[in-house]
T-cell receptor, first 113, second 114 residues
Framework: TQLLEQSPQFLSIQEGENLTVYCNSS?????LQWYRQEPGEGPVLLVT?????EVKKLKRLTFQFGDARKDSSLHITAAQPGDTGLYLC?????????????FGTGTRLTVIP | DSGVTQTPKHLITATGQRVTLRCSPR?????VYWYQQSLDQGLQFLIH???????AKGNILERFSAQQFPDLHSELNLSSLELGDSALYFC?????????????FGPGTRLTVL
């Protein structure tokens, strides 16, 4: 069973602060995705990273894929209350192309106005 | 709205019972994935169907089974329910059978086993 560890598990910050969330595995991902989930809803895809060392930006969110494709980070600049939610990383490990996602345990972010 | 629908939204039942959760994928999507989300274990991949055929199994118990019908909707059957089966159950769909395609998640079914 592939294990994805996310840290921190909980994060509460003031509006305007920066934060970084980490996702680590002992296995190599063929690709990695970051999702955001709000209460009562399913996860929504934020980004997919495929290439080791890849950096993608989505407005104030910066996603980085580790060179060895075993870890990833999500950095949020100047957090807003609207960023509050559960952030999940999800890795695809198998080479068959079946796209089965294995999720991390999540980071629950609260941004206080 | 992801375009994926799940019914029912909430389900309360007793231990030992059997329930069926239903998922309708987005129009045109051939793949359906089922996940279980509980407080202590996060989102767990259960099973994947592509165009009516089982494609892959994850951590799915033998008491659970699923199928995908010709109209591409899918059902997850949970039997001999235990307290620990209480969780949110999500289905997700994607057009293709693999690759890096985005999975679109439904709103989930919250199952409570008393």
């Amino acid at each position: 069973t592939q294990l994805l560890e996310q840290s921190p598990q909980f994060l509460s910050i003031q509006e305007g602060e920066n934060l970084t969330v980490y996702c680590n595995s002992s296995s190599v991902f063929s690709s990695l995705q970051w999702y955001r989930q709000e209460p009562g809803e399913g996860p929504v895809l934020l980004v997919t990273v495929v290439t080791g060392g890849e950096v993608k930006k989505l407005k104030r969110l910066t996603f980085q894929f580790g060179d060895a494709r075993k870890d990833s980070s999500l950095h949020i600049t100047a957090a807003q209350p609207g960023d509050t939610g559960l952030y999940l990383c999800a890795g695809v490990f198998d080479q068959t192309g079946a796209n089965n996602l294995f999720f991390g345990t999540g980071t629950r972010l609260t941004v206080i106005p | 709205d992801s375009g994926v629908t799940q019914t029912p939204k909430h389900l309360i039942t007793a231990t030992g019972q059997r329930v069926t959760l239903r998922c309708s994928p987005r129009s045109g999507d051939l793949s359906v994935y089922w996940y279980q989300q509980s407080l202590d274990q996060g989102l767990q991949f259960l099973i994947h169907y592509y165009n009516g055929e089982e494609r892959a199994k994850g951590n799915i118990l033998e008491r659970f089974s699923a199928q995908q019908f010709p109209d591409l909707h899918s059902e997850l059957n949970l039997s001999s329910l235990e307290l620990g089966d209480s969780a949110l159950y999500f289905c997700a769909s994607t057009q293709a059978g693999g690759g890096y395609n985005e999975q679109f998640f439904g709103p989930g079914t919250r199952l409570t086993v008393l």
